[in-house]
Protein backbone atom coordinates (compact mmCIF):
# COMPACT_ATOMS: atom_id res chain seq x y z
CA UNK A 1 0.00 0.00 0.00
CA UNK A 2 1.02 3.24 -0.57
CA UNK A 3 1.83 5.49 2.65
CA UNK A 4 3.52 8.15 3.61
CA UNK A 5 4.34 8.86 7.37
CA UNK A 6 5.96 12.22 9.06
CA UNK A 7 6.10 10.80 12.84
CA UNK A 8 7.04 14.54 13.77
CA UNK A 9 4.03 16.43 14.35
CA UNK A 10 5.73 19.54 15.94
CA UNK A 11 8.97 21.14 15.84
CA UNK A 12 9.96 24.25 17.87
CA UNK A 13 13.54 25.68 17.36
CA UNK A 14 15.07 28.81 18.16
CA UNK A 15 16.13 30.73 15.10
CA UNK A 16 19.61 29.80 13.44
CA UNK A 17 19.38 26.07 14.90
CA UNK A 18 19.38 23.37 12.25
CA UNK A 19 16.53 21.39 11.74
CA UNK A 20 15.65 17.67 10.20
CA UNK A 21 12.16 16.79 9.24
CA UNK A 22 11.75 13.25 8.35
CA UNK A 23 9.39 11.44 6.13
CA UNK A 24 9.16 7.68 5.63
CA UNK A 25 7.35 5.91 2.62
CA UNK A 26 6.13 2.66 2.04
CA UNK A 27 5.36 1.96 -1.46
CA UNK A 28 5.27 -1.43 -4.28
CA UNK A 29 6.27 0.62 -7.26
CA UNK A 30 9.43 0.65 -8.47
CA UNK A 31 8.93 3.69 -10.07
CA UNK A 32 7.82 6.80 -7.60
CA UNK A 33 8.01 10.38 -7.00
CA UNK A 34 8.92 11.99 -3.56
CA UNK A 35 7.88 15.35 -2.96
CA UNK A 36 8.21 17.94 -0.27
CA UNK A 37 5.29 20.99 0.37
CA UNK A 38 5.48 23.98 2.17
CA UNK A 39 2.24 25.44 4.05
CA UNK A 40 2.80 28.61 5.38
CA UNK A 41 0.38 30.17 7.55
CA UNK A 42 -1.23 32.07 4.90
CA UNK A 43 -2.44 28.52 3.72
CA UNK A 44 -0.71 28.39 0.14
CA UNK A 45 0.39 24.77 -0.65
CA UNK A 46 4.35 25.63 -2.37
CA UNK A 47 6.39 23.09 -3.70
CA UNK A 48 9.85 22.91 -2.99
CA UNK A 49 11.80 19.64 -4.43
CA UNK A 50 10.94 16.50 -6.81
CA UNK A 51 13.08 13.36 -6.65
CA UNK A 52 12.31 10.24 -8.73
CA UNK A 53 12.91 6.83 -7.53
CA UNK A 54 15.76 6.77 -9.42
CA UNK A 55 18.05 9.29 -8.57
CA UNK A 56 19.15 8.98 -5.07
CA UNK A 57 21.39 12.00 -5.30
CA UNK A 58 21.30 14.06 -2.37
CA UNK A 59 19.90 17.61 -3.18
CA UNK A 60 21.26 21.14 -1.61
CA UNK A 61 18.78 24.46 -2.27
CA UNK A 62 20.57 27.49 -0.45
CA UNK A 63 19.39 26.56 3.54
CA UNK A 64 17.38 23.58 2.58
CA UNK A 65 18.92 20.14 1.59
CA UNK A 66 16.86 16.72 0.94
CA UNK A 67 18.70 13.09 1.91
CA UNK A 68 17.10 10.12 -0.35
CA UNK A 69 17.70 6.94 0.95
CA UNK A 70 16.07 3.81 -0.56
CA UNK A 71 17.40 1.22 1.59
CA UNK A 72 15.70 3.06 4.95
CA UNK A 73 12.65 4.40 2.63
CA UNK A 74 13.22 8.14 3.83
CA UNK A 75 13.42 11.41 2.19
CA UNK A 76 14.39 13.66 4.82
CA UNK A 77 14.73 17.37 4.88
CA UNK A 78 16.73 20.17 6.30
CA UNK A 79 16.91 23.45 7.05
CA UNK A 80 20.33 24.92 8.30
CA UNK A 81 20.28 28.01 9.85
CA UNK A 82 16.63 28.21 10.39
CA UNK A 83 14.88 31.55 10.37
CA UNK A 84 11.43 32.93 11.44
CA UNK A 85 10.25 32.80 7.95
CA UNK A 86 10.52 29.48 7.80
CA UNK A 87 7.92 28.42 10.34
CA UNK A 88 4.70 26.44 8.39
CA UNK A 89 3.68 23.35 7.65
CA UNK A 90 5.89 20.96 5.43
CA UNK A 91 4.35 17.90 3.68
CA UNK A 92 6.01 14.71 2.34
CA UNK A 93 4.14 13.29 -0.58
CA UNK A 94 4.39 9.94 -2.75
CA UNK A 95 3.63 9.50 -5.82
CA UNK A 96 3.74 6.35 -7.54
CA UNK A 97 3.28 5.91 -11.42
CA UNK A 98 1.33 2.44 -11.25
CA UNK A 99 -1.69 4.36 -9.59
CA UNK A 100 -1.22 7.66 -10.56
CA UNK A 101 -2.39 9.16 -7.17
CA UNK A 102 0.14 11.69 -5.02
CA UNK A 103 -0.70 10.89 -1.36
CA UNK A 104 0.62 13.12 1.67
CA UNK A 105 1.46 12.97 5.13
CA UNK A 106 0.37 14.02 7.96
CA UNK A 107 2.82 17.25 7.91
CA UNK A 108 5.08 18.61 10.29
CA UNK A 109 4.59 21.56 12.11
CA UNK A 110 7.79 23.60 12.33
CA UNK A 111 7.98 27.07 14.34
CA UNK A 112 10.79 29.35 14.68
CA UNK A 113 11.81 30.96 17.59
CA UNK A 114 13.30 34.59 17.44
CA UNK B 1 -1.19 32.61 -16.38
CA UNK B 2 -3.92 31.87 -14.00
CA UNK B 3 -2.74 28.46 -12.36
CA UNK B 4 -4.79 26.57 -10.64
CA UNK B 5 -8.48 28.58 -9.78
CA UNK B 6 -10.72 27.55 -6.98
CA UNK B 7 -14.02 29.40 -6.50
CA UNK B 8 -15.71 30.01 -3.84
CA UNK B 9 -13.02 30.79 -1.59
CA UNK B 10 -15.21 30.85 1.50
CA UNK B 11 -19.17 29.05 1.96
CA UNK B 12 -21.39 28.25 4.60
CA UNK B 13 -23.91 24.98 4.36
CA UNK B 14 -26.67 23.92 6.04
CA UNK B 15 -26.57 20.39 6.96
CA UNK B 16 -28.23 18.35 3.89
CA UNK B 17 -27.77 21.08 1.26
CA UNK B 18 -25.77 20.40 -1.84
CA UNK B 19 -22.92 22.67 -3.22
CA UNK B 20 -20.60 22.05 -6.17
CA UNK B 21 -16.79 23.67 -5.46
CA UNK B 22 -15.24 25.12 -8.92
CA UNK B 23 -11.32 23.68 -10.06
CA UNK B 24 -10.28 24.87 -13.36
CA UNK B 25 -6.89 25.03 -14.48
CA UNK B 26 -4.88 26.54 -17.80
CA UNK B 27 -1.76 24.11 -18.21
CA UNK B 28 -3.65 21.76 -20.09
CA UNK B 29 -2.34 19.24 -17.13
CA UNK B 30 -3.85 16.02 -17.69
CA UNK B 31 -4.09 15.03 -13.98
CA UNK B 32 -6.40 16.57 -11.27
CA UNK B 33 -7.41 15.95 -8.02
CA UNK B 34 -9.34 17.25 -4.77
CA UNK B 35 -7.91 16.94 -1.16
CA UNK B 36 -8.85 17.85 1.91
CA UNK B 37 -7.46 19.14 4.96
CA UNK B 38 -7.94 18.39 8.57
CA UNK B 39 -6.07 19.42 11.70
CA UNK B 40 -3.62 16.29 12.21
CA UNK B 41 -4.74 14.68 9.29
CA UNK B 42 -2.40 16.16 6.51
CA UNK B 43 -4.27 16.39 2.89
CA UNK B 44 -6.28 13.31 2.12
CA UNK B 45 -6.70 12.31 -1.46
CA UNK B 46 -10.89 12.65 -2.17
CA UNK B 47 -11.13 11.75 -6.03
CA UNK B 48 -8.89 11.97 -8.90
CA UNK B 49 -8.76 12.40 -12.75
CA UNK B 50 -6.06 11.46 -15.27
CA UNK B 51 -7.92 12.53 -18.36
CA UNK B 52 -11.06 13.85 -19.71
CA UNK B 53 -13.94 11.29 -19.07
CA UNK B 54 -11.44 9.26 -15.96
CA UNK B 55 -12.06 9.98 -12.35
CA UNK B 56 -11.16 7.52 -9.37
CA UNK B 57 -11.76 7.34 -5.86
CA UNK B 58 -9.09 8.20 -3.34
CA UNK B 59 -8.75 7.77 0.66
CA UNK B 60 -12.04 9.39 1.30
CA UNK B 61 -14.49 9.46 -1.40
CA UNK B 62 -17.90 9.18 0.31
CA UNK B 63 -20.02 11.88 -0.06
CA UNK B 64 -18.44 13.30 -2.91
CA UNK B 65 -19.02 13.04 -6.44
CA UNK B 66 -16.77 14.17 -9.37
CA UNK B 67 -16.58 14.77 -13.30
CA UNK B 68 -14.10 15.76 -15.90
CA UNK B 69 -15.75 16.69 -18.54
CA UNK B 70 -12.59 18.80 -19.86
CA UNK B 71 -9.46 18.75 -19.55
CA UNK B 72 -9.77 22.01 -17.68
CA UNK B 73 -12.33 21.59 -15.39
CA UNK B 74 -12.98 19.27 -12.58
CA UNK B 75 -15.76 20.34 -10.44
CA UNK B 76 -16.45 18.54 -6.71
CA UNK B 77 -19.68 17.85 -5.80
CA UNK B 78 -21.17 17.52 -2.25
CA UNK B 79 -24.95 15.95 -2.58
CA UNK B 80 -26.01 16.13 1.00
CA UNK B 81 -23.39 17.98 3.25
CA UNK B 82 -22.48 16.67 6.68
CA UNK B 83 -20.71 18.86 9.61
CA UNK B 84 -18.02 15.90 8.68
CA UNK B 85 -17.27 18.00 5.57
CA UNK B 86 -16.17 20.89 7.38
CA UNK B 87 -12.71 21.11 5.96
CA UNK B 88 -10.65 22.87 4.48
CA UNK B 89 -10.57 21.49 0.11
CA UNK B 90 -7.90 22.04 -1.88
CA UNK B 91 -7.61 21.36 -5.85
CA UNK B 92 -4.40 19.99 -7.62
CA UNK B 93 -3.49 19.35 -11.39
CA UNK B 94 -0.08 18.20 -12.74
CA UNK B 95 1.24 16.64 -16.14
CA UNK B 96 1.15 13.17 -16.28
CA UNK B 97 2.39 11.10 -13.09
CA UNK B 98 3.90 8.69 -15.83
CA UNK B 99 5.79 11.41 -17.04
CA UNK B 100 9.69 11.37 -16.25
CA UNK B 101 10.00 15.19 -16.17
CA UNK B 102 7.80 18.20 -14.30
CA UNK B 103 5.38 16.61 -12.35
CA UNK B 104 4.86 18.20 -9.56
CA UNK B 105 1.42 19.33 -8.82
CA UNK B 106 0.20 22.67 -8.63
CA UNK B 107 -2.13 24.01 -5.68
CA UNK B 108 -5.32 26.20 -5.83
CA UNK B 109 -5.69 28.71 -3.13
CA UNK B 110 -8.30 26.76 -1.12
CA UNK B 111 -11.83 26.82 -0.50
CA UNK B 112 -12.89 26.51 3.03
CA UNK B 113 -16.42 24.83 3.56
CA UNK B 114 -18.00 25.12 7.16
CA UNK B 115 -21.19 22.59 6.96
CA UNK B 116 -23.39 23.92 10.29
Known amino acids: AQKVTQAQTEISVVEKEDVTLDCVYETRDTTYYLFWYKQPPSGELVFLIR??????QNEISGRYSWNFQKSTSSFNFTITASQVVDSAVYFC???????????FGTGTLLAVQP | NAGVTQTPKFQVLKTGQSMTLQCAQDMNHEYMSWYRQDPGMGLRLIHY???????DQGEVPNGYNVSRSTTEDFPLRLLSAAPSQTSVYFC???????????????FGQGTRLTVV
Open chain 1, 51 to 56: RNSFDE
Open chain 1, 93 to 103: ALSEVATNKLI
Open chain 2, 49 to 55: SVGAGIT
Open chain 2, 92 to 106: ASSPRQGALGDTEAF
